[in-house]
């Protein structure tokens, strides 16, 4: 069966403290990897896509990888507004996307 | 360029009642997704179209429909609600057929007493 872990499940960080998440998959027929941020009552907003392993992307302090079985998203000397839940998701082969639990990210001043 | 939107933004039923959702993508974009967000699930896929067609349905009852217009603009439709359809219903649009980033709307909360 097709499934998407993250961790951990919460994480609180003081600013500047970096940090990494994880998002381990079990899927047959991947063809891509995506992350999505995602504020409280809002729909998740678009972070990045990885479509295969060694592949990295950054966005300001936000860097994600691929590797073969899972993907990271390393927040680099986070601030509080990059506190939100992020979401990894993997499309299969027949396009639908499959969300992990997400990972609620708490930046304190 | 607009995003996604949907209404209503909120909405409050209660049981048995039937409720449609409506979802307007990106413009250009003719596949529309729709998913189901609750604090116990998580986000999980309920159908998708691409030209007024169904191409991918996820595992949710029949009291679970949409549907798509030739203007690619989608609608959902929950019949005979229950307590558990309280939930965040998210649409999400896409222009290409594989590979395609998914942009999501603002959603719609509704809530069945």
């Known amino acids: 069966e097709d499934q998407v872990t993250q961790s951990p499940e919460a994480l609180r960080l003081q600013e500047g403290e970096s940090s990494s998440l994880n998002c381990s998959y079990t899927v047959s027929g991947l063809r891509g990897l995506f992350w999505y941020r995602q504020d409280p009552g809002k729909g998740p907003e678009f972070l990045f896509t990885?479509?295969?392993a060694g592949e990295e992307k950054e966005k300001e302090r936000l860097k994600a990888t691929l590797t073969k079985k899972e993907s990271f998203l390393h927040i680099t000397a986070p601030k509080p507004e990059d506190s939100a839940t992020y979401l990894c998701?993997?499309?299969?082969?027949?396009?639908?996307?499959?969300f992990g639990a997400g990972t609620t990210v708490t930046v304190r001043a | 360029k607009a995003g996604v939107t949907q209404t209503p933004r909120y909405l409050i039923k209660t049981r048995g009642q039937q409720v449609t959702l409506s979802c307007s993508p990106i413009?250009?974009?003719?596949?529309v997704s729709w998913y189901q967000q609750t604090p116990g699930q998580g986000l999980q896929f309920l159908f998708e179209?691409?030209?007024?067609?169904?191409?991918n349905k996820g595992n949710f009852p029949g009291r679970f429909s949409g549907r798509q217009f030739s203007n690619s603009r989608s609608e959902m439709n929950v019949s005979t609600l229950e307590l558990g359809d309280s939930a965040l219903y998210l649409c999400a649009s896409s222009s290409r057929l594989d590979r395609e980033t998914q942009y999501f709307g603002p959603g719609t909360r509704l809530l069945v007493l």
């Open positions: 413009s250009g974009h003719r596949s």
């Open positions: 998701a993997v499309q299969l082969n027949d396009y639908k996307l499959s």
């Open positions: 990885l479509y295969s």
């Open positions: 179209y691409f030209s007024e067609t169904q191409r």
